[in-house]
């Protein structure tokens, strides 16, 4: 039968073992968590994939920059879960830690790339510039098809710059941005005024974008409103020369000739009364308040000076003379 004094000695013993494994285990996590990702370029970057844990994430960037023992730093975790990573692309820059890029994994530091969604431009360019950037950036996703579908109209989401790390996250911030765009519509409807013919947020959008393209200084989008809704309200054409552009080309920037002011296309309002079918780009804040909270004026016609600012004037005697002084004059 064993002495008390050989049971002592038998747990310190056991006491000294797990101390010193404790203290070789601490040295290895060190070790694995402080040492240098040996990268020398500032621009690399590794990619996590949705679904990919950290564990198999550990053992890439181990075969990938020639680590050693990331398989220590399970015992980080041994009394806890490990991180939740999120999924996408991340810079690894010189003299980085494992311990440092594990934490930027857990708050999902991840690269994010950018596309601006500017005021008066139209889907389908948006749609290639987004492509573009996918492309240039070798982001290894093509634009979902729910993407696709937003940029498949005019004015699904307000213009803005958006940024995005995946797929999954471009999905999220343009569908967000599009239920902001009809919280945004609906509450401006109801400050309509009272004067205002038009029949509905939609409608209202409608006019905004082609105030947005008709308007280059935001001082007159309200006054360029009211001339629009004037017209409206008479049942008189609008004669906004964007309309037939969108019609004629789908974009802007080409001459407006005859040829364009005869189309019969449903956009064309120098040939039908009443609103286009659609926007005709993506237009400000500013633009669709102006639509909305405007009302008809004393004036029907405007026509650009030449200086971003128009002339607006109250008959066609008076329009005739300002397109005389500003357009043939030049």
């Not at 050989?6 to 747990?11: E, L």
């Not at 964007?242 to 019609?247: A, E, H, I, K």
């Amino acid at each position: 039968m064993p002495s008390i004094g050989s049971k002592r000695i038998v747990k310190k013993s056991l006491l000294l073992v797990l101390f010193v494994s404790l203290i070789f285990v601490s040295i290895r996590l060190q070790f694995a968590l402080l040492q240098k990702i040996p990268v020398q370029d500032a621009n690399q970057t590794f990619i996590v994939e949705r679904g990919d844990s950290l564990y198999g994430i550990l053992s890439n960037l181990e075969e990938k920059y020639n680590l050693s023992s990331t398989w220590w730093i399970r015992f980080k975790y041994m009394f806890k879960e490990s991180p939740v990573i999120k999924a996408g692309r991340y810079n690894i820059f010189p003299n980085t830690t494992v311990s440092e890029l594990i934490e930027r994994f857990e708050d999902g530091d991840v690269q994010l790339f950018k596309i601006a969604i500017i005021e008066g431009t139209v889907a389908k360019n948006n749609l290639v510039n987004l492509e573009n950037i996918i492309e240039d950036q070798n982001l290894n996703f093509e634009v979902p098809q729910s993407v696709r579908d937003i940029f498949a109209k005019e004015a699904l989401i307000m213009p803005d710059t958006y940024f995005f790390s995946d797929a999954q996250d471009l999905k999220k911030v343009l569908n967000n941005s599009k239920l902001f765009l009809d919280e945004y519509l609906n509450n401006a409807w109801k400050e309509k005024s009272k004067n205002n013919p038009l029949q509905s947020p939609y409608e209202a959008l409608v006019l905004a974008s082609i105030i947005e393209r008709e308007a280059v200084l935001p001082s007159e989008q309200e006054k360029i409103a009211s001339v629009f809704l004037s017209r409206l309200n008479i049942d008189m054409r609008l004669q906004a020369d964007p309309t037939s552009s969108y019609g004629f080309y789908g974009d802007y920037g080409k001459k407006i000739g005859r040829a364009v002011l005869d189309d019969k296309n449903p956009y064309n309002t120098y040939q039908n009364k009443g609103l286009p079918p659609g926007p005709i780009c993506y237009p400000s804040k500013g633009a669709i308040d102006a639509a909305i909270k405007s009302s008809p004026g004393e004036f029907y016609y405007f026509v650009a000076k030449g200086d971003g600012s128009h002339i607006f004037s109250k008959t066609y005697e008076e329009h005739n003379k300002a397109v005389k002084k500003y357009i043939y004059s030049k």
